[in-house]
């Protein structure tokens, strides 16, 4: 069964911390590794990863892909409050495309 | 910036009565999604769709659940007979072709939250 499994589940840190997110996955037919913020509705699209080892950035968010560990990590430097969000890691297969999600990662950024 | 779109925002409906959520994918995706999250709970799959049928469901889209894109922009997801375990959040997401890698990238719209009661 394809399951997307991320730790911590919650996480507590202040501004200006610097914290990593972690998602291990097992998807039959792997084809990308999404990562997405979640904060009061809607999931917003932060990184799509495809190959191993190629680091992508976003101003303070990065993230990279083990394609042998089958992981994943999301880094955030000098945290902000603005930061506070649930972070949902998603597996995509290569057929239709269904993403498989992690359970996420409640961050909060205390003053 | 193009955006998926979804009404109504919040839908309280009666069990056993049906209901039917709305989605407006981004004009030039092609690929369309419907996902759901029970409060405190993993975004599920339900289904997905591409050239105007299903291409894959999940188990939690039973025979009460159907989809449909009725014109060149909506995509609807008809729940037949509401059940209490039905209440959730309900995402609408929408893809490109697959040509090249960005085309993968998933984007979601703000959600029907669904009541029943």
């Known amino acids: 069964e394809d399951k997307v499994v991320q730790s911590p589940l919650s996480l507590v840190v202040h501004e200006g911390d610097t914290v990593t997110l972690n998602c291990s996955y097992e998807?039959?037919?792997?084809?990308?590794l999404l990562w997405y913020k979640q904060e009061k509705k809607a999931p917003t699209f932060l990184f799509m990863l495809t190959s191993s080892g190629i680091e992508k950035k976003s101003g303070r968010l990065s993230s990279i892909l083990d394609k042998k560990e089958l992981f994943s990590i999301l880094n955030i430097t000098a945290t902000q409050t603005g930061d506070s969000a649930v972070y949902l890691c998603?597996?995509?297969?290569?057929?239709?495309?269904?993403?498989?999600f992690g359970q996420g990662t409640e961050l909060s950024v205390k003053p | 910036e193009p955006e998926v779109t979804q009404t109504p925002s919040h839908q309280v409906t009666q069990m056993g009565q049906e209901v039917i959520l709305r989605c407006v994918p981004i004009?030039?995706?092609?690929?369309f999604y419907w996902y759901r999250q029970i409060l405190g709970q993993k975004v599920e799959f339900l289904v997905s769709?591409?050239?105007?049928?299903?291409?894959?469901k999940s188990e939690i889209f039973d025979d009460q659940f159907s989809v449909e894109r009725p014109d060149g922009s909506n995509f609807t997801l008809k729940i037949r007979s509401t059940k209490l375990e039905d209440s959730a959040m309900y995402f609408c997401?929408?893809?490109?072709?697959?040509?090249?890698?960005?085309?993968?990238?998933?984007?979601f719209g703000p959600g029907t939250r669904l009541t029943v009661t």
């Open positions: 004009s030039n995706h092609l690929y």
């Open positions: 998603a597996g995509g297969d290569v057929q239709g495309g269904k993403l498989i």
């Open positions: 769709f591409y050239n105007n049928e299903i291409s894959e």
């Open positions: 997401a929408s893809r490109g072709l697959p040509i090249r890698d960005s085309s993968y990238e998933q984007y």
């Open positions: 998807v039959t037919n792997f084809r990308s």
